[in-house]
């Protein structure tokens, strides 16, 4: 079974100050990695994820997430903080047998920027 | 970036009344469409995975003649909750997905449809 942990309910983190959002995985093969963005009464938005390669993943509006096989983490940063950052930001892993595409998303952690 | 909408955003209705829910992907063909239910202050719980023409694997504890769902063409899914009572109150989201190449699937979601039963 696969499973996701955000160990954190809330990060705050004033504006300016790089910001990271925590992710542990569990798989039982190689995973794929998502971290998704949720804002009040929305939908997620997708922000980037890990598939293969390098380590260290980009994604929208400036955030960045390097996967960590030997601690098995995925946690999202940003260099600075912007207060239009402050959403729920969701973690998420996906084994990756061929077709089946069930994903699994932590519990969300909210993210606080502080003017 | 790929697109999703769902319809409507938000519905009020009485209990016992059926109230569909639509989710297209607007610029793609979605060859799998899933639904999720989320309360509040908690995470996305997946309800059911539907393929285009066959019939939704449902996730275990999700009543499947409650939560009707047809995936009746490539751009078009509907969660039908049937018989709607007060703790079916809650936000659903859909999201799509279509794979540029095998292995590679990202899901899109919709914004989500607010239900609420009096």
């Known amino acids: 079974a696969q499973s996701v942990a955000q160990p954190e309910d809330q990060v705050n983190v004033a504006e300016g100050n790089p910001l990271t959002v925590k992710c542990t995985y569990s798989?039982?093969?190689?995973?794929?990695l998502f971290w998704y963005v949720q804002y009040p009464n929305r939908g997620l938005q997708f922000l980037l994820k890990?598939?293969?390669?390098?380590?260290l993943v980009k994604g929208s509006y400036g955030f960045e997430a390097e996967f960590n096989k030997s601690q098995t983490s995925f946690h999202l940063k940003k260099p600075s903080a912007l207060v239009s950052d402050s959403a729920l930001y969701f973690c998420?892993?996906?084994?990756?047998?061929?077709?089946?595409?069930?994903?699994?998303f932590g519990i969300g952690t909210k993210l606080q920027v502080i003017p | 970036g790929a697109v999703v909408s769902q319809h409507p955003s938000w519905v009020i209705c009485k209990s016992g009344t059926s109230v569909k829910i639509e989710c297209r992907s607007l610029d793609f063909q979605a060859t799998t469409m899933f639904w999720y239910r989320q309360f509040p202050k908690q995470s996305l719980m997946l309800m059911a995975t539907s393929n285009e023409g066959s019939k939704a694997t449902y996730e275990q504890g999700v009543e499947k003649d409650k939560f009707l769902i047809n995936h009746a063409s490539l751009t078009l899914s509907t969660l039908t909750v049937t018989s709607a009572h007060p703790e079916d109150s809650s936000f659903y989201i859909c999201?799509?997905?279509?794979?540029?190449?095998?292995?590679?699937?990202?899901?899109?979601f919709g914004p989500g449809t607010r239900l609420l039963v009096l």
């Open positions: 798989v039982s093969g190689n995973p794929y």
């Open positions: 998420a892993v996906r084994d990756r047998p061929g077709g089946y595409q069930k994903v699994t």
């Open positions: 890990y598939i293969t390669g390098d380590n």
């Open positions: 999201s799509a997905s279509s794979p540029p190449s095998p292995g590679q699937e990202t899901q899109y």
